[in-house]
């Protein structure tokens, strides 16, 4: 008998930060990213190992992790729904924000930063398993 497992590859973060969750389900900020894998946790989580002297003058193994913010959520993002910010000299036209390079080009002012690490500790609480239900 074969084993399947039910998963979607496309899944679905409202995140918390901005007030987000008190808006109305249509106007909430929608994360939608890709069903992490090994290939891309190994590709954003990368880690080296290297020799340092230790105190007595042995050579001691020492480990090194790489955690490139913009690297795990563009990994990941396909796409970010009901984000958008206004140029006060030009408060006629949204700037859509839909994407990780969107995101990291946005001014600060927009609330942009805190999506962006909202998004990212998300994330790596997916890769690193610490998300049992996507529920949130």
Known sequence: MKVAISTAKERIYIPSCLKNKKQPEPEQIKI????????????????????????KGDMEPSMSVNFDKKEIISALLIRVENFSYYDKKDSTKDSEISSASDLFEAPLESGSGELVDDIYKFFMDILNGKVISEKN
């Open 32 to 55: 939608i990213y890709s069903a992490p894998t090994q290939t891309i946790k190994d590709k954003v989580l990368s880690t080296k190992m290297n020799y340092v002297k230790g105190d």
